[in-house]
């Protein structure tokens, strides 16, 4: 049968969300706190040991193993130590037992409440930050708790909140007090009060996280994705590649009819996202990236790791995209600086005919 100890001790656990063993080292450091409050003037440096069975305690006096002692407090010869602990050397710790105090005054069980409480707070924010620090960098889900234009966002992970900074918020998106939301873990961070959860929506990462949950073969490597330009919100390009023959690498990415590509478009509230081919030559590269314009040819140029796409006059707007925003995301994907012409622009800086490639 279990002692009542025992039980009070995995109660408290329960209620703390800590394993057994940290609530019981936390009192033991309590008590032991308690003691040398009751007896300032030893000087002992004492440990104290719990049976989480019957919760007998166990008082001890820590000593170190000098040759000459010269505090008996805290000091115990050589020779001495080694009828207690025969392998012992110089510089060990032996532990002594002491007398158990009894009747440990009013102030000193104030001493072991207060170590205790502290202890298990100490242990919770530790405990919460290891939680959550294994998220780092992953998808996780909250509920608003507070969401003011400007301002940081606040979300309740449970057993702890996260911070939505300003900077890492979609401008485009809205959210409801009690609206459940996936985020994006950026950082956690210790603090006194418990660690400090920095997410985003805003993240080009959040994008591969969702595609690496809707797509198997992303998720299992089959499918790699090269890079991601992002404008969250607005419009996104992932270049995806697959070294196993047979794998259409953006069919398995947009799925059939489309399924798993709207799965990630209806999380993101309709960001517009291509999926295009990564290719190894960086001129079908470029062309491919500047989907869903149709390119002629592309003019390289190593030395400024620029380039030139020629595109039919029809085609022109569709390649530079509303604002610019699709050359832009194509340059940011690729790496390459881009530069857009209609086929009659290039037939006329070329004075009349296009070279060869």
Same mark, same amino acid.
């Given at each position: ?8 001790? #995995? ?17 033991? +450091?309590?008590? *032991? ?12 440096? !004492? ?6 069975? #019957? ?5 001890? *006096? ?17 020779? /001495? ?11 060990? /710790? ?17 001493? *072991? ?35 003011? !234009? ?110 798993? !590509? ?32 149709? +390119? ?11 380039? #030139? ?49």
């Amino acid at each position: 049968m279990k002692s009542d100890f025992l039980i009070a001790l #995995t109660q408290l656990a329960a209620e703390r969300h800590l394993p057994k063993e940290q609530v019981l080292q936390a009192i033991e +450091v309590a008590l *032991a706190s308690a003691f040398k409050k009751d007896n300032p003037v030893t000087g002992q440096n !004492i440990s104290v040991k719990l049976n989480p069975n #019957t919760g007998d305690v166990s008082v001890f *006096a820590l000593k170190t193993v000098v040759d000459e002692v010269e505090d008996p407090d805290r000091e115990i010869g050589f020779i /001495e130590a080694k009828k207690i602990r025969s392998l012992g050397s110089l510089g060990d /710790e032996v532990a002594l037992p002491e007398r158990l105090p009894h009747n440990a005054s009013r102030i000193a069980a104030q001493t *072991a409440k207060q170590v205790v409480l502290q202890r298990l707070r100490e242990a919770g924010r530790d405990l919460l930050y290891e939680e959550f620090a294994q998220h780092k960098e992953d998808i996780i889900s909250g509920i608003v708790e507070h969401n003011e !234009i400007g301002r940081s966002m606040s979300l309740d992970l449970g057993r702890a909140h996260a911070v939505m900074p300003p900077e890492e918020q979609v401008p485009t998106e809205r959210y409801k007090k009690g609206q459940r939301v996936k985020v994006y873990v950026l950082d956690v961070r210790t603090t006194p009060k418990g660690p400090e959860i920095l997410v985003s929506r805003s993240h080009k990462d959040m994008l591969k996280r969702l595609f690496e949950i809707e797509v198997p073969e992303v998720y299992n490597g089959v499918v790699e994705i090269k890079s991601i330009s992002r404008e969250a919100g607005q419009r996104s390009k992932v270049a995806v590649h697959s070294e196993q023959e047979g794998i259409d690498a953006v069919g398995s990415c947009i799925g059939i009819r489309g399924n798993r !590509i709207q799965s990630i478009v209806n999380e993101l509230q309709g960001e517009k996202i291509d999926v295009i081919g990564w290719d190894s030559d960086p001129a079908r590269y470029i062309s491919n990236a500047l989907s869903p314009s149709d +390119v002629a040819r592309v003019e390289m140029y190593q030395d400024d790791m620029s380039a #030139t796409a020629i595109v039919p006059q029809k085609q022109l707007s569709l390649a530079i995209g509303k604002d610019g925003q699709n050359a832009r995301l194509a340059a940011r994907l690729t790496g390459w600086k881009i530069d857009i012409k209609s086929h009659a622009e290039a037939i006329e800086e070329a004075g009349g005919e296009l070279p060869e490639l």
